[in-house]
Structures are given as structure tokens and as C-alpha cells.
């Protein structure tokens, strides 16, 4: 029975899908450091203005911001029953603070889920990806398309593609992802916490494979 579950994977491995179900289904919040980042960067705030430069390039933001942001986040009264973390931590630091702060909290990170996906699959998921502005929901042109071209099914919101989802961009971020958060798996490995999934298939199989890979919730 896991209460704090953390999503490891490429950009495009399906993380923020999944975890956005999950977490209803668990009652548990769902915490993605991009969605954080990128209302920071809409709000126009100071740590919007900080990241906006290295997420444009599809660089991380540094270790500092992120830490500084999840410390505050992770520490608020109603992260106390449980979380799914999706896209943090993404390199040894932020999993050494991780580990620091929930420790701070008298809490655990009870198993990370790595799912593993091909690179010519990231590659068409995340150029095809479309997202809703109003919501958050996700969409792929072709394999998870909307009803209605352009329009959230859930909200009714306009779908957009993230500026970070051109190719150019994609093959920089899979290249910050293998140098900077692939070491996180031996990591993870070594503390006995890492399960993996296959992250290709339907969308419910994989669920499933998460579920027991968590012992059915937490
Ligand atoms: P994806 O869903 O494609 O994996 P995210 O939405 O998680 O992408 O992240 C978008 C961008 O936000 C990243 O390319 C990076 O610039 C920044 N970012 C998100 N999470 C982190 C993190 N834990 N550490 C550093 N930068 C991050
Ligand atoms: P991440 O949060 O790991 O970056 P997303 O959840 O945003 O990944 O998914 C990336 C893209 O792939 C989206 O367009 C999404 O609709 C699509 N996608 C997610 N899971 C699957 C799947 N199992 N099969 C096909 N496409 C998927
Ligand atoms: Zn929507």
C-alpha cells in the first residue's frame, strides 16, 4: 500500500496521463512540476520569468527552483494523504532533497513506477500531442484524439501544442532525459524502490500494470 508514488520516465512516456487518473482514483494529488512551471510561466511571476528561459530549450530548470518549489509544495497540509509525483525528480539532486524533505515530514517515497517506451514512440507522442488550455487534459492527434478536432472533450477548452513539442526541441529534452534523469533508475534501483511498466499499449493495461506495480493503491 504506497500513499507516495513518483512517475519516472522520458518525456512523452505517458506519465501525466496516467497520473491524472490514478490520483482520482487514489485520492491522492497529482503533482507535475511541468503543469507548476508552466502556470508560473502563464502568471508571469518570478518563477515563471526564471524557468520559461530553460524550458524554451527544453534544458531543466535548475535544481534550486525546483527543489525550493516542491519543498513548499510537498510541506502544504493537503499533500499530507499522499501524492503521485510526475516529472520530479528528474536528476540525483532533486531525489537526494526528495528523500531529505520527506523525511523532514516524517513520510516515505513508497515506490517509483519507470515506464519504459521506445525512442520512435516518444518521438510521435510528443509531436502529436495536444493539450487543453483550460483543463490540462492531454490528447495525441492520432492515437488519443478529441472528439471534436481542436476542442476538449472534458471542458470544451481549445487544445493547443506546447511550444517545447516541436522535433527540435523533443530530441533536445530526450537528450537532457538520458543524461540527467536515466541515472535515477540505478538510483532507484539501489533503494529497492524502482518497478518498472511497459508504457506501451492501451491506456487501461497499463493502468493495471501500475496498480499491481503499486499493490493495488495505496
Ligand atoms: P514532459 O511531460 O514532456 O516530460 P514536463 O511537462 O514534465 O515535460 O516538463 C516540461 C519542462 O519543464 C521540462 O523540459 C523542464 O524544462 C521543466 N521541468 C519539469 N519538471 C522539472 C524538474 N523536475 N526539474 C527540472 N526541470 C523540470
Ligand atoms: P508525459 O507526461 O510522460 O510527458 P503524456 O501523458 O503527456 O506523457 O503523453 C504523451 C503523449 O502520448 C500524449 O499525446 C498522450 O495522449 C499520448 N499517450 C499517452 N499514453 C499513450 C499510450 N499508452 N499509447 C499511445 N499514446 C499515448
Ligand atoms: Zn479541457
Redesign the pocket.
Known amino acids: 500500500m504506497s500513499a507516495r508514488v513518483a512517475f519516472l520516465g ?3 512516456a505517458g ?2 496521463t496516467q497520473a491524472r487518473d490514478l490520483a482520482q482514483e487514489w485520492g491522492v494529488l497529482h503533482l ?4 507548476m ?2 502556470e508560473a510561466v502563464a502568471a508571469g511571476n518570478p518563477l515563471g520569468r526564471e ?1 520559461k528561459g ?2 524554451d530549450k ?4 535548475p ?1 534550486d527552483v ?1 527543489i525550493r518549489m516542491m519543498g513548499e509544495r510537498l510541506a502544504a497540509r493537503d499533500a499530507a494523504g499522499g501524492v503521485i509525483l ?6 540525483i539532486a ?1 531525489a537526494d532533497s526528495l528523500a531529505k524533505l520527506l523525511k523532514d515530514l516524517g513520510q516515505t517515497l513508497d515506490t517509483v513506477i519507470y515506464f519504459e517506451v521506445s525512442e520512435p514512440e516518444l518521438l510521435r507522442r ?1 509531436t502529436g500531442r495536444r493539450v487543453c488550455r483550460k483543463c490540462g487534459h492531454t490528447y495525441h492527434l492520432v492515437s488519443n484524439p478529441p472528439k471534436r478536432a481542436g476542442i476538449c472533450d472534458e471542458c470544451g477548452g481549445e487544445l493547443y501544442q506546447r511550444d ?1 513539442d516541436s522535433e527540435a526541441t523533443v530530441r533536445n ?1 530526450l537528450q ?1 532525459y538520458e543524461r540527467q534523469t536515466a541515472p535515477l533508475l540505478d538510483y532507484y534501483r539501489q533503494r529497492s524502490s524502482l518497478k518498472s511498466v511497459s508504457g506501451e499499449g492501451p491506456l487501461g493495461t497499463i493502468r493495471d500494470a501500475i496498480r499491481k506495480a503499486v499493490g493495488d493503491g495505496p
Open positions: 522520458p518525456p512523452g506519465k501525466g507535475a512540476t511541468g503543469d512551471l508552466r524557468a530553460y524550458m527544453g534544458a531543466l530548470v535544481d525546483i510526475d516529472g520530479f525528480p528528474r536528476t532533486q510528443l517545447d529534452r537532457v
